[in-house]
């Protein structure tokens, strides 16, 4: 959206502050824009829980909390440079922003073992709009899968267990079978 | 599956066009064997049953186990590693194998038995397959269970089998 700061330049040239100034007409575009795309709005109020803080520094709202076994990355003056590339000269160290501190791996839970195509739909704000948080959400198909993930998989408790399980049907009864005469 | 087929799957789509499907598919066998295997295949129908031709071929896979056998295997994963691992060695695509609580599913992919053999002959050709994994489960110590084909291979050779009492 083109505007212009012509009221504010107009203060510098008086050496005034325009600070009390209030841009009328911007805030008047905006209300416009929200009223004929209200898509815009939508996906604005969906994300907004969602959306992580970009101030990652320690002790920042929103940025986590260091780990003890946390990566720390190596100084810069310890990596090679590139060639052609001049490295800076070094600055104070109070301009020095703090490294960077990755957060650690979370445990992942029965529940976050869905397909990354269902969990990117989960968190994605048209998902909603689209009806896809429903069919991102575990189904009975997926519940089932789960039971059969937790089952032991060393072979002769698998065995055993297929060996065993005759009192429940162990197959669909429809085996498919060549017949005489219909090859 | 080898990670570079699933790096690929990841990226390439199915070709649309049945002619490219087609071509694909018969690329599976060696235009050197292709007329020699359709016509045993074709003279083998003439004279038995699907039945008994289908028991042939079980016996034949049967004995392909047993000329590949497999090394000893702790789990589910290892023994499919193990069986992939002849499937690819060979080009004969791979399995992957799901446990379900009464049943464990063996899902070969890419098998290039109906493309030598055609398509016509499918429903008796994929007993080669049966007596492979019949082979390869007993020697695993599942000699009490039984690997049966749940439907005919499609068109790109995946066949779906299962192990079960």
Same mark, same amino acid.
């Given at each position: 959206?083109?505007?212009?700061?012509?009221?504010?330049?107009?203060?510098?040239?008086?050496?005034?502050?325009?600070?009390?100034?209030?841009?009328?007409?911007?805030?008047?575009?905006?209300?416009?824009?929200?009223?004929?795309?209200?898509?815009?709005?939508?996906?604005?109020?969906?994300?907004?829980?969602?959306?992580?803080?970009?101030?990652?520094?320690?002790?920042?709202?929103?940025?986590?909390?260091?780990?003890?076994?946390?990566?720390?990355? $190596? &100084? =810069?003056?310890?990596?090679?440079? @590139? +060639?052609?590339?001049?490295? %800076?000269? !070094?600055?104070? #160290? *109070?301009?020095? /922003?703090?490294?960077?501190? $990755? &957060? =650690?791996?979370?445990?992942?839970? @029965? +529940?976050?073992?869905?397909? %990354?195509? !269902?969990?990117? #739909? *989960?968190?994605? /704000?048209?998902?909603?709009? $689209?009806?896809?948080?429903?069919?991102?959400? @575990?189904?009975?198909?997926?519940?089932?899968?789960?039971?059969?993930?937790?089952?032991?998989?060393?072979?002769?408790?698998?065995?055993?267990?297929?060996?065993?399980?005759?009192?429940?049907?162990?197959?669909?009864?429809?085996?498919?079978?060549?017949?005489?005469?219909?090859? | 599956?080898?990670?570079?087929?699933?790096?690929?799957?990841?990226?390439?789509?199915?070709?649309?066009?049945?002619?490219?499907?087609?071509?694909?598919?018969?690329?599976?066998?060696?235009?050197?064997?292709?007329?020699?295997?359709?016509?045993?295949?074709?003279?083998?129908?003439?004279?038995?049953?699907?039945?008994?031709?289908?028991?042939?071929?079980?016996?034949?896979?049967?004995?392909?186990?047993?000329?590949?056998?497999?090394?000893?295997?702790?789990?589910?994963?290892?023994?499919?590693?193990?069986?992939?691992?002849?499937?690819?060695?060979?080009?004969?695509?791979?399995?992957?194998?799901?446990?379900?609580?009464?049943?464990?599913?063996?899902?070969?992919?890419?098998?290039?038995?109906?493309?030598?053999?055609?398509?016509?002959?499918?429903?008796?050709?994929?007993?080669?397959?049966?007596?492979?994994?019949?082979?390869?489960?007993?020697?695993?110590?599942?000699?009490?269970?039984?690997?049966?084909?749940?439907?005919?291979?499609?068109?790109?050779?995946?066949?779906?089998?299962?192990?079960?009492?």
């Amino acid at each position: 959206m083109k505007h212009s700061d012509d009221i504010v330049n107009l203060f510098q040239q008086f050496g005034a502050k325009a600070d009390p100034y209030h841009e009328l007409a911007r805030q008047q575009e905006h209300k416009l824009s929200r009223e004929r795309w209200p898509l815009v709005s939508a996906v604005r109020d969906a994300v907004a829980d969602d959306v992580p803080s970009v101030d990652r520094r320690a002790g920042a709202p929103g940025a986590p909390a260091p780990q003890a076994a946390a990566f720390t990355p $190596a &100084p =810069a003056s310890a990596r090679p440079a @590139p +060639a052609g590339w001049a490295q %800076p000269a !070094a600055r104070p #160290a *109070a301009e020095v /922003p703090p490294p960077v501190v $990755a &957060p =650690a791996p979370m445990p992942m839970s @029965p +529940a976050d073992r869905v397909p %990354p195509s !269902a969990a990117l #739909a *989960a968190r994605s /704000p048209l998902s909603g709009l $689209a009806g896809l948080r429903a069919a991102a959400a @575990p189904s009975l198909s997926d519940a089932a899968a789960g039971q059969a993930g937790s089952l032991p998989a060393d072979l002769p408790s698998v065995f055993a267990r297929l060996a065993g399980a005759g009192d429940a049907p162990a197959r669909p009864a429809a085996a498919w079978q060549p017949r005489k005469g219909h090859p | 599956m080898p990670a570079r087929v699933r790096a690929m799957s990841s990226i390439v789509s199915m070709p649309s066009s049945p002619e490219i499907a087609e071509h694909l598919v018969q690329q599976q066998c060696a235009v050197q064997w292709r007329g020699f295997f359709q016509a045993l295949a074709a003279e083998f129908a003439a004279a038995l049953a699907p039945e008994d031709l289908r028991a042939l071929m079980f016996r034949v896979g049967a004995r392909f186990a047993a000329e590949h056998p497999l090394p000893a295997c702790a789990t589910l994963q290892e023994l499919e590693q193990a069986m992939s691992a002849v499937w690819t060695r060979i080009d004969w695509g791979w399995v992957r194998l799901v446990q379900d609580v009464a049943q464990l599913d063996i899902h070969h992919s890419l098998s290039p038995v109906s493309a030598a053999f055609g398509p016509d002959h499918a429903p008796w050709s994929g007993g080669f397959l049966e007596g492979v994994y019949q082979g390869w489960f007993e020697r695993a110590g599942a000699g009490q269970l039984k690997v049966v084909q749940r439907a005919p291979a499609d068109a790109w050779g995946c066949v779906h089998l299962q192990l079960a009492r």
